[in-house]
């Protein structure tokens, strides 16, 4: 038996190939070709656009897939979501799907947009958006380039953003946000109701959330003197609690955390100044709760 997984292929690619990497899948794909191999004879891949996905899925031609919150709503997909995937091209961070006007438009509410012409590839959430805003417009399909549209074509966009430089760099301006999306693994119903697959999505979902996790965390160890250890560990942040074990025949302790990345620059020479002698830095796999 196998699973039909659906992955985004485009923009969003790259990132999720890593991601099933450090989970422990490895995925290649031809140049052109839409069906990657991987090194698990229980999946099988198909590639295309993350907004197709969602359908295929909801329609059962897909087991499950990855797609953005987004398009699942876009599509109107009745799906199980599995897990929710926080990573995108460039960042951690959710994308917006906002709506934006010029800089220099009167435009300063969602209610000045009444009768106004929108352009966007996601028309049925921003018209469901508008609608809940008492506003009534023109929003039609953006088949690319939104964002130049502003103002000599349209009104108005409502467009994804990661960073917002692509806004900035057109001279637009965000007035609202219609929702913050993130990747989610969303599964066929009658596919879940499978007991093999489903434990086979459940699996994947541990899997790839555990990678994300290590993702921005490293782990720290150290040899502390005993005498020092209550002030090593006031230092100390951890998921739980330290790992603290005797070194044999000796009067000093290992030490061992797992902590945020980030925070690991300004511990560091701390550590060092309280006593820590021997500090080794190492990333993570996968963390699994």
């Not at 939104?146 to 900035?168: C, F, H, M, N, Y």
Request: aromatic content about 6%; hydrophobic content about 45%; some cysteine.
């Amino acid at each position: 038996m196998k699973l039909r997984l659906g992955l985004p292929k485009g923009s969003l690619q790259e990132a999720t190939f890593h991601l099933f990497k450090r989970a422990g899948f490895n995925i290649a794909v031809k140049s052109r070709s839409y069906f990657p191999s991987v090194d698990d004879p229980e999946l099988e891949i198909v590639l295309m656009r993350a907004q197709e996905i969602p359908r295929y899925v909801h329609e059962g031609v897909l087991d499950a897939g990855i797609s953005g919150l987004d398009w699942i709503m876009e599509n109107e997909a009745d799906v199980v979501e599995v897990a929710e995937l926080i990573y995108s091209k460039q960042t951690t961070n959710p994308i917006r799907l906002v709506l934006a006007v010029a800089n220099d438009s009167d435009i300063r509410t969602v209610a000045d947009l009444q009768h106004k012409r929108i352009a966007t590839e996601l028309v049925r959430v921003t018209k469901k958006f508008l609608a809940s805003h008492g506003v009534e417009a023109y929003v039609e399909y953006s088949y690319g380039a939104t964002e130049v549209k502003v103002p000599r074509l349209v009104d108005a966009i409502a467009d994804l953003t990661e960073t917002g430089s692509s806004l900035k760099a057109n001279n637009l301006r965000v007035i609202a946000t219609i929702l913050e999306s993130t990747p989610r693994l969303h599964a066929n119903k009658k596919a879940w109701d499978d007991p093999w697959k489903r434990e086979k999505l459940e699996n994947l979902a541990v899997l790839l959330q555990g990678a994300l996790r290590a993702d921005a965390k490293v782990g720290l160890k150290m040899n502390v003197p005993r005498e020092m250890l209550d002030n090593i560990l006031a230092l100390l942040p951890a998921m739980k609690h330290p790992t603290i074990s005797q070194l044999v025949n000796s009067d000093w302790c290992a030490v061992e955390v797992i902590m945020d990345e980030k925070k690991v620059r300004d511990l560091i020479p701390a550590l060092k100044r309280n006593g820590a002698h021997d500090i080794i830095e190492y990333p993570l796999t996968k963390v699994i709760p």
